[in-house]
């Protein structure tokens, strides 16, 4: 195994422990891995209440306190809505509601996302009040999560496939709790990683490998990640093993539970995952051209994306009948027509790259766009 790779499996070892744990300045996000909040009674008894919670709109949310001991209780059940940084209770205005019982239950709508729940049981023969010591927030915001586009690269030990996770519908963009299984086909990548590209404090943890692929998770330290315009939360690095055939395999994600904490309440996002790609081999010819016109000057100007491995492009226009080459040496990503062409004559034009010595004139032709100059 090469070094670069050698170190990954290292840092997989040490990061085992795949879980969330913020700093003990932060109150952590119970729910996120577990049912319940708890108040501790005693060493052995406690009264729990139900924790965050997503709740689709249109579903039943559900709050329950089930009590440490037997006995006759009635309950108060408050709400509140606002939206301020703390998650003590005696921070928040409460509305009373009407309910007594041990549990409240109501129909989830888009203005009570991110509402907070708060109980106190009451003691119907001593009147002895306990107040939940902290209150549960429930939400019905819904993420996608999914894999952008592989790019291959490569390193001096072989190559190397990049995917982006891209999270789409975070509230402001923003997230500090992902857990994810990445699978992918262990005979062809023998390690992976992940990088971080959101802005913010976070510590990635990497499990352990597993039959098909690796299970991740990540938590916050001091404050939420905030998500750039283009939803890239970051990138999976994949490994490929010596001689293995990368081209075609498959790549998936399942994201199994992501929130945002200690912004207005801890918010449980619902989760959605369309994360599936097939690792293909790089496009040997310009995509994504872009075509600008100046009517004052007659001429046109085309840009494009970078080709991975091309160290020249050329242009060609359709004349009379054939292909002719107006330039084979442009060293960089665009083209800009020389000035006074006819206005409104029309051009098909191929924009072709050399790659390892060799032109992709076929996919460039079959790619051509056609202009009309102003």
């Known amino acids: 195994m090469t070094m670069a790779k050698m170190a990954g499996k290292v840092a997989a070892v040490l990061c085992a422990a795949a879980v969330l744990v913020p700093t003990a300045a932060v109150a952590a996000p119970a729910a996120v891995f577990a049912n319940d909040n708890a108040i501790a009674a005693s060493a052995a008894t406690y009264t729990k209440f139900t924790g965050n919670q997503y709740v689709a709109v249109g579903d039943t949310a559900t709050f329950t306190v089930t009590p440490a001991t037997s006995g006759s209780y009635t309950y ?28 409240f239950s109501f129909k989830m709508t888009e203005k009570l996302n991110g509402a907070h729940i708060w109980a106190v049981k009451v003691d119907t023969a001593t009147g002895e009040r306990e107040e939940m010591t902290n209150f549960s927030t429930v939400c019905c915001t819904k993420v996608n999560f999914s894999l952008g586009t592989p790019v291959i690269t490569s390193d001096d030990y072989g190559p190397i496939v990049k995917i982006p996770v891209i999270a789409s519908g975070l509230i402001n963009n923003a997230i500090d709790a992902y857990q994810a299984k990445l699978s992918f086909d262990t005979s062809v990548f023998e390690d992976a990683d992940f990088t971080l590209s959101a802005k913010g404090s976070f510590d990635v943890k990497m499990g352990n490998m597993q039959s098909d692929g690796y299970l991740f998770a990540g938590g916050c330290n001091a404050s939420y990640l905030t998500v750039g315009s283009d939803n ?87 004349l009379a009948g054939k292909w002719r080459i107006q330039t084979s040496s442009l060293t960089t990503t665009s083209y800009t027509t020389p000035k006074n062409l006819t206005p409104g004559k029309s051009y098909k034009v191929a924009i072709a790259a050399r790659v390892n010595g060799a032109w992709d004139t076929v996919n460039a032709i079959k790619n051509a766009v056609t202009v009309t100059v102003q």
């Open 232 to 318: 890239v939360l970051g990138y999976y690095t994949l490994y490929v093993k010596d001689g293995a055939n990368y081209l075609g395999s498959d790549v998936s994600l399942d994201v199994t539970s992501a929130a945002l904490t200690n912004v207005s309440g801890d918010l449980i996002y619902g989760i959605e995952n369309s994360g599936a790609v097939t690792v293909a081999a790089p496009a040997t010819y310009p995509t994504n051209i872009q075509v600008q016109y100046s009517s004052e000057y007659h001429q046109v100007r085309f840009t494009w994306d970078a080709v991975a491995g091309a160290d020249k492009y050329g242009i060609a226009v359709y």
């Open 76 to 103: 108060e059940w408050y709400t509140s809505t606002q939206k301020i940084n703390s998650l003590f209770p005696s921070d928040y205005t409460w509305t009373k509601m009407s309910e007594t019982s041990n549990t």
